[in-house]
């Protein structure tokens, strides 16, 4: 069954450095999103992407974040300048776009900024 | 952002019994609603979905229902298995892309 699949597994990045996380979608979809999730808290939405633009963003998402799907299949989150609070486990997603069609998660990127 | 609740932090069934995790919602703009469910260090599975304009939908162990005049919704696992053991994820759309998700209930199926 094709999956979501994220690298690395683990990120480890000094306060302040820049982090690119990366996903590769299930290979016929054509919306892709970010999630993260905060130990002990909610899975929060991130960013939504279609067609080669943002399509949705949350408050969460500011200057500090961007995403870009460089070739055919990558998606991927750029964090420019870490924070503390920036450390989380992130999970990208897929899905076809249909109407009640789910979106598909990856197993995440645990990101502990020191 | 409380706009979809699970109230029930962890819930503990024996081996096959029955199931029932819950979800209350506020937003009645929502369309779709989803369970996933997530064993530690992976990623949230898929498991079942709801539009709003049903009230249930079965696949082989799992049923989900929708109270729509609620505002609630439930997952019932028949037969609970071992394996069943995770943390479950209710989420909600309401016809943007993005999903809202609970908190989740960690549920423990006992021998």
């Known amino acids: 069954e094709p999956e979501v699949t994220q690298t690395p597994s683990h990120q480890v990045t000094q306060m302040g450095q820049e982090v690119i996380l990366r996903c590769v979608p299930i290979s016929n979809h054509l919306y892709f999103y970010w999630y993260r999730q905060i130990l002990g808290q909610k899975v929060e939405f991130l960013v939504s992407f279609y067609n080669n633009e943002i399509s949705e963003k949350s408050e969460i998402f500011d200057d500090q974040f961007s995403v870009e799907r460089p070739d055919g299949s990558n998606f991927t989150l750029k964090i420019r300048s870490t924070k503390l609070e920036d450390s989380a486990m992130y999970f990208c997603?897929?899905?076809?776009?249909?109407?009640?069609?789910?979106?598909?998660f990856g197993d995440g990127t645990r990101l502990s900024i020191l | 952002d409380q706009q979809v609740k699970q109230n029930s932090p962890s819930l503990s069934v024996q081996e096959g019994r029955i199931s029932i995790l819950n979800c209350d919602y506020t937003n009645s703009m929502f369309d779709y609603f989803l369970w996933y469910k997530k064993y530690p260090a992976e990623g949230p599975t898929f498991l079942i979905s709801i539009s709003s304009i049903k009230d249930k939908n079965e696949d082989g162990r799992f049923t989900v229902f929708l109270n729509k005049s609620a505002k609630h919704l439930s997952l019932h696992i028949v037969p609970s298995q071992p394996g069943d053991s995770a943390v479950y994820f209710c989420a909600a759309r309401n016809g943007a892309q993005k999903l809202v998700f609970g908190q989740g209930t960690r549920l423990t199926i006992n021998p």
């Open positions: 997603a897929s899905s076809d776009g249909g109407s009640n069609q789910p979106q598909h």
